[in-house]
């Protein structure tokens, strides 16, 4: 029996990593043999915005949108099923960033900074010696909101331009030059964040054709085509009428976006596989949450609701030598463990939930997952979702809660009354799990006042309104 199909069949009873204190303390990092660290080695952090895992070619779509990532994938360790913590940029990298919970950063409205006390992979790598570089293209993850700290060299020029220039080329050039100016043997971290492919859906000749070539009509991929049929901006509670032509084109769009990225990171890929890089550099791939086309009436559901269109992402972990190469994992697991993972493989102590023992050790018989996302709306009201076996109960905190069989029938059938107590068994687990979580005691820190020229870069995106 291979240790690809072993993994497989164990997968049942893998642990996601975390949601209550005691699984991430216990459960994640109790007593058990050693693995193999490896201090030292690079780490490559992508982050890539609104991005879902079923628009991406590894993920079986259907359209050819990401080959440069699908060869990646092919050589690495994927998930099926990673779960974003949140549906929104900015909680979601600081749970990304931190190994934390919302609940525990506290970043959970566009008023709120990094906490001081919450170490991120940039402190801690920075601390163990490596050369620290970012390069990053949404305002929300620049200095004013804390991102900045732990760098060497933090660029976040791109976050400044216009929203409606992709920004994919320029994100990679800095990268490649970076890494040609390099003059040392310290080990390195570099975190590249790519806002495309976030609407504007704008993509360059000949992405913003590549997939819909034949389109006559007058439907375009800007904000303000698209705000009529946000529900949210538009404040209905019926959709308006959006042909499923036009609704195709948008989609196309989109899709031409995530494949302008896909070629430039092709460009990175090449120089990442170079000898002098190659044996020596983790390359991690993840985006921050996905994106709504209509499937609960809206062209975008990321910031409002805890569909899976929104928190289902791509998360690609590719290592040296491609060990661990094409092992493919179908639990849910929560993007929350990523910076345990890549401590817990360089063999740094630390205390977040972590995914490498699941990774590593093909024998480990984890308990079945328990996967939490946190959303508050516009500071007004808080949304919980949380996945366990074949359900998922997303709660209105203090209100409303709708039950859902996965993965079926997109989420549109609430079962509740059907199955009473299960939904009481897991609204009394969401109670559990955030009454465990303890929030750092400078959580919900504010950011530095905002410009002018920021604030216009938010109105311009819709996160201003």
């Keep these: 029996m291979t240790r690809k199909l072993r993994l497989r069949l164990v997968s049942l009873h893998l642990c996601s990593g975390l949601l209550l204190s005691a699984l991430a303390l216990t459960g994640c990092r109790g007593s058990r043999p050693p693995l193999e660290r490896h201090p030292g080695r690079n780490v490559v952090l992508i982050t890539i915005d609104t991005l879902r895992a079923d628009h991406v070619g590894f993920y079986h779509y259907e359209r050819p949108t990401t080959p440069n990532i699908d060869r990646l994938a092919a050589r690495s360790i994927s998930f099926g099923n990673a779960v974003s913590p949140s549906s929104w940029t ?13 609940a525990e950063h506290g970043v959970v409205a566009d008023v709120n900074a990094l906490p001081r006390s919450a170490p991120t992979l940039a402190t801690i790598l920075s601390r163990h010696g490596y050369q620290t570089f970012a390069a990053v293209s949404h305002v929300y993850l ?12 933090f660029d976040e020029t791109a ?15 800095k990268a490649l030059a970076w890494l040609e100016q390099r003059r040392t043997d310290r080990p390195f971290f570099m975190w590249l964040h790519i806002f495309d492919p976030h609407w504007d859906y704008s993509p360059p000749p000949p992405y913003d054709r590549m997939f819909d070539p034949d389109y006559r009509g007058s439907m375009r991929g800007d904000y303000e085509s698209l705000k009529p049929y946000i529900k949210e901006v538009a404040h209905y509670e019926t959709p308006p009428p959006l042909a499923p032509r036009d609704l195709q084109h948008v989609v196309a769009l989109y899709d031409g976006e995530i494949a302008y990225v896909d070629a430039q990171l092709g460009r990175l890929f090449e120089r990442l596989e170079q000898p002098d890089l190659a044996t020596r550099t983790v390359i991690v791939l993840v985006a921050d949450h996905g994106e709504e086309f209509m499937e609960h009436g809206s062209l975008e559901g990321h910031q409002w609701t805890l569909y899976d269109e929104v928190l289902l992402v791509p998360w690609i972990l590719h290592f040296p030598e491609e060990r661990f190469a094409g092992l493919h994992f179908e639990p849910e697991v929560s993007t929350v463990t990523l910076a345990g993972t890549l401590l817990d493989y360089l063999g740094i102590e630390h205390t977040k939930p972590s995914l490498y023992r699941m990774v590593a050790d093909p024998h480990y018989r984890w308990p079945d997952p328990v996967v939490l996302s946190d959303l508050t709306v516009r500071r007004q009201r808080r949304l919980v979702a949380l996945r366990l076996t074949n359900f998922k109960l997303i709660e209105e905190v203090g209100g409303p809660a709708w039950l ?23 609204r009394a687990k969401i109670d559990e799990i955030l009454a465990s979580l303890k929030p750092l005691p400078d959580a919900g820190a504010m950011r530095e006042p905002l410009d002018a020229a920021t604030r216009e870069r938010l109105r311009a995106t819709g996160y201003l309104r």
Excluded: C
């Design 142 to 153: 620049g200095h004013r909101w804390g991102f900045d700290r732990g760098f060497d060299v």
């Design 404 to 426: 859902y069989r996965i993965p079926h029938r997109g989420e549109k059938e609430n079962v509740i009354d059907r199955y009473p107590r299960i939904a009481s068994r897991m």
């Design 90 to 102: 900015l909680p979601a990298h600081a749970s990304l960033l931190t190994g934390l919970q919302p």
């Design 159 to 173: 976050a400044a331009d216009s929203p409606h220039r992709p920004v994919a080329a320029r994100i990679v050039n």
